[in-house]
């Protein structure tokens, strides 16, 4: 694991430079055009600290999920460095491994800024500022692909957008609704197959989708588009892994081992895994 120099930041009673979104997730739409009013918006949830829709707080009581999910929250966005993502298309593997420390990763954002990485070196790139003392300033997103032989379109790809949220059960004025710390599902982690397809993301909420037929109680469905869910742990964090093929879909799965995350799809056209891996955090002397 890469080592990372001691650092002091201002931070609030959270240990987060900013205010954290809060969100309720039992909430319905409202004059949202894609869906009817009172239709909810989340699927399913689930805390890093694995407080979940399904099975409320885990074996290890309520007060110390939150603390867990808490611990995790930081160890996410001021600790994480890399991961690889494999997109295995049954003919050919592309395989995208990002890693802070080392320089290897082609798009980064800080604080809500693109930077142009276009000419630098490895050893140029971390010069920006990569190490947790460099996240101070809110947002972080990094990206690393592996390049492809097909022309217009985006290559298979790994990312890492650690945006973290308050989960509440209920009204998010009131506290005894707080359930713990969560990942956006906007700010994921995410890998991707040739063209952006298909996609698999490791979060803590998931949306319907406009359009979703019902979900099958084995939490996926299958026909024009396939889409799966799935609860999962990976490093004593707790994920909700979603998968989503923007395809005819015969069969889809996903499934949380030891080390990553594996999701598989087959149709007409074939059959595709997505696999997120060897995540490496960094470490302090």
Not at 175 to 194: H, K, M, Q, S
Not at 199 to 214: A, E, F, H
Not at 272 to 284: A, L, P, Q, S
């Amino acid at each position: 694991m890469p080592e990372a120099k001691h650092f002091n930041a201002e931070v609030r009673g959270n240990g987060f430079p900013f205010c954290l979104p809060k969100i309720d997730v039992n909430e319905v739409y409202n004059g949202d055009p894609d869906f009817d009013d009172g239709d909810p918006v989340y699927v399913d949830w689930i805390t890093l600290g694995g407080w979940s829709k399904d099975n409320g707080a885990p074996a290890i009581g309520a007060e110390a999920s939150k603390s867990l999910s808490l611990q995790n929250a930081s160890k996410l966005f001021w600790n994480l460095n890399g991961l690889t993502g494999v997109d295995d298309e049954g003919v050919e593997v592309y395989t995208s491994v990002l890693d802070l420390a080392a320089g290897s990763f082609v798009g980064l954002t800080k604080g809500g800024i693109n930077i142009d990485l276009e000419g630098l070196t490895p050893a140029e790139k971390i010069a920006i500022g990569v190490e947790p003392k460099d996240r101070v300033c809110g947002g972080f997103s990094a990206l690393m692909d592996a390049p492809d032989d097909f022309d217009g379109v985006d290559d298979p790809r790994v990312e890492m957008s650690v945006g973290i949220c308050e989960m509440y059960d209920g009204d998010v004025a009131d506290e005894l609704n707080f359930r713990g710390y969560g990942l956006r599902n906007d700010a994921a982690i995410y890998t991707a197959g040739v063209g952006r397809f298909p996609d698999l993301q490791l979060i803590s909420l998931v949306k319907y989708g406009v359009g979703d037929p019902p979900w099958l109680p084995d939490k996926t469905f299958v026909g024009p588009s396939g889409r799966a869910r799935a609860y999962g742990e990976l490093y004593g964090i707790h994920f909700l892994g979603d998968y989503y093929v923007d395809s005819d879909v015969a069969t889809i799965s996903i499934e949380f081992t030891g080390g990553g995350v594996n999701a598989t799809f087959s149709g007409p056209a074939g059959s595709i895994t997505m696999t997120m891996k060897d995540f490496t955090f960094y470490t302090y002397p």
